[in-house]
């Protein structure tokens, strides 16, 4: 398992440009004026407490939510276009909470996700075996990790220029947490990464970049271990000990990242 | 016995038109979230195609009926398309101007047919073999029950058949799930929902035409006066739910006709109670999910 630290950040020209986005929610502001760049390479976390709109910026890049503001993929901009043809252009979103299709047979999930010529299924059944036997099972009666599984993959099917991944270790035993953080580093060595993350380990383990929202905005940016190492950051922007951050403990007290 | 051999499978008819209606609605909510007042229409439509080729080319021949079915349901399908891509499409989303223009539709094609073909209604006949009837176990069953009966049947293979196995069908299956996520895999869930609304007016076109034999006439509110008891049917079978549209359908039918002759002429109240029951205890329908 490598670490952020073995990656130095790269400096190449942003794959994602986010200008002044701000997106509601039944009338609700839930994005506010943010704008970031997140690198070509490496895997950039999206940090900031519970519902500070994290996922809807996410959401909002791709269009899931209403919003206004520039989004600039590999250059071009795309804050006009649906959602399909945002993803179509080499987005690949994992949402939080998995959102696979429950009623469809994992080999459907994935066969549904198939956008490209010739999809990667062998990359898929090398990084995810135990799906390849469990192709005729209906999704939803998979365990929490093998969705997981099931919606990582269906993101990895394609050639993206860049992954979406919100909250994937979510809710899932330590064991399959450090399943889900290998098969993201794997995946980041081809495909830059936007990720929201609860989890400060596994923040700390992969990801080089960070980007911090509070009340909607961003908050700071930077590299992601110096943000992680800064115990007065840490606390002002997340709420929680240095030790629950170096230690990776769930973040305590609604103070989740 | 005899009589309940006949109200079986009057209901069974009668529960095959109810599916060849509800069958539409209910892939339609599920997938698209439309509660589609206007659907009643398309099944006139047909109707009125399928008398029109049969006034025309002959009425007491197989061939002409079969092509009236065909004709019947291509009418449904080709309005319910045009309704889908002209009106509805604008209206994702925005449910009471959904219900305002479906429901503004279904007024206005009635008035339209009454204007084509008059208020009264005009009366069918098809092959000769229709009038006849066929012995089951005492019981004089009408021949144009099981040629509903059969078509619906059709109707729900094909349907399955069509969702299980091909790639639109797993795209409406999933969209009736999570809509937003299907958008979210790069799919254009709106060729979907042309697609859906497209086979919804079929299968209502096609049991436009088999009504009109069942009852014997056609008339501007034949698929008004269907379309009520359609909406009961997918609601107590499930939104979205195709097999619980089938079970619901031929459920309300049967249990119509049994309230019908033994309670009095009580059918249509029993099926509202029925509807009212499955509201109360589950909400989700038999095979759906919540109301």
Avoid at chain 1, 232 to 247: E, P, Q, Y
Wanted: with cysteine.
């Amino acid at each position: 398992m490598s670490t952020a630290a073995e990656h130095r950040p790269a400096e190449a020209a942003p794959i994602l440009r986010v200008e002044g986005l701000s997106a509601r929610i039944a009338g609700q502001q839930v994005v506010e004026d943010v704008s970031f760049t997140v690198p070509a390479t490496g895997i950039t976390a999206l940090l900031g407490r519970n519902g500070v709109g994290k996922t809807s910026t996410i959401k909002a890049i791709i269009g899931l939510i209403d919003r206004t503001g520039v989004v600039e993929l590999a250059g071009e901009r795309i804050e006009k276009e649906a959602t399909f043809k945002i993803i179509q252009r080499g987005v690949g979103y994992v949402p939080e909470d998995r959102e696979v299709f429950s009623g469809l047979t994992v080999a459907e999930n994935l066969r549904l996700a198939e956008r490209d010529a010739s999809p990667r299924r062998q990359l898929v059944e090398e990084l995810f075996p135990d799906l390849l036997a469990r192709a005729g099972q209906m999704a939803g009666t998979l365990s929490g990790g093998q969705q997981q599984m099931v919606s990582l993959a269906r993101a990895l099917l394609n050639t993206n220029k860049i992954l979406l991944v919100d909250e994937p270790t979510k809710g899932l035993a330590p064991k399959i947490v450090g399943e889900v953080a290998d098969t993201l580093a794997e995946a980041a060595k081809t495909v830059p990464i936007l990720l929201v993350e609860q989890n400060l380990h596994v923040v700390r383990q992969l990801a080089e970049g960070a980007v911090v929202l509070s009340g909607g905005r961003v908050v700071h940016t930077g590299r992601a271990l110096d943000f992680l190492d800064d115990a007065g950051l840490i606390h002002r922007h997340l709420g929680v000990s240095t030790d629950a951050a170096s230690h990776g403990d769930p973040v305590e007290k609604g103070a989740a990242l | 016995m005899s009589t309940v051999i006949l109200l079986l499978f009057t209901g069974l008819g009668l529960g095959a038109l109810y599916f060849l209606v509800a069958a539409g609605l209910s892939l339609i909510y599920g997938l698209m979230g439309v509660l589609n007042f206007a659907h009643g229409a398309f099944l006139t439509l047909g109707a009125f195609t399928g008398w029109e080729i049969a006034r025309r080319a002959g009425s007491d021949n197989w061939g002409i009926f079969l092509l009236s079915l065909i004709i019947g349901a291509a009418a449904g399908a080709a309005f319910a398309a045009f309704t889908e891509f002209v009106l509805i499409r604008r209206l994702y989303q925005r449910h009471i101007e959904q219900v305002l223009i479906t429901l503004g539709l279904s007024l206005a094609t009635v008035a339209l047919f009454d204007g084509i073909w008059g208020t009264d209604p005009v009366y069918i006949q098809g092959p000769a073999w229709f009038k006849d009837t066929t012995d089951i176990l005492g019981a004089r069953i009408p021949n144009d029950r099981f040629v509903c009966i059969v078509a619906a049947v059709m109707v729900l293979l094909a349907l399955v058949y069509f969702l299980k196995k091909t790639r639109y069908g797993m795209i409406i299956r999933a969209g009736v799930e999570n809509r937003s996520m299907v958008t979210a895999l790069g799919i254009d869930v709106r060729k979907a929902f042309t697609l859906v609304f497209t086979i919804g007016g079929a299968a209502a076109g096609l049991g436009g035409v088999l009504a009109s034999h069942y009852f014997g006439y056609v008339s501007p509110m034949l698929g008004g006066s269907l379309l009520i008891f359609a909406f009961i049917v997918t609601v107590i079978g499930g939104l979205g739910s195709l097999t619980g549209a089938a079970i619901a359908a031929v459920a309300v039918a049967v249990l119509q006709q049994f309230a019908n002759f033994y309670l009095g002429g009580t059918g249509d109240f029993v099926v509202v109670l029925a509807l009212a029951l499955v509201l109360l205890f589950r909400p989700s329908g038999l095979l759906g999910r919540t109301a």
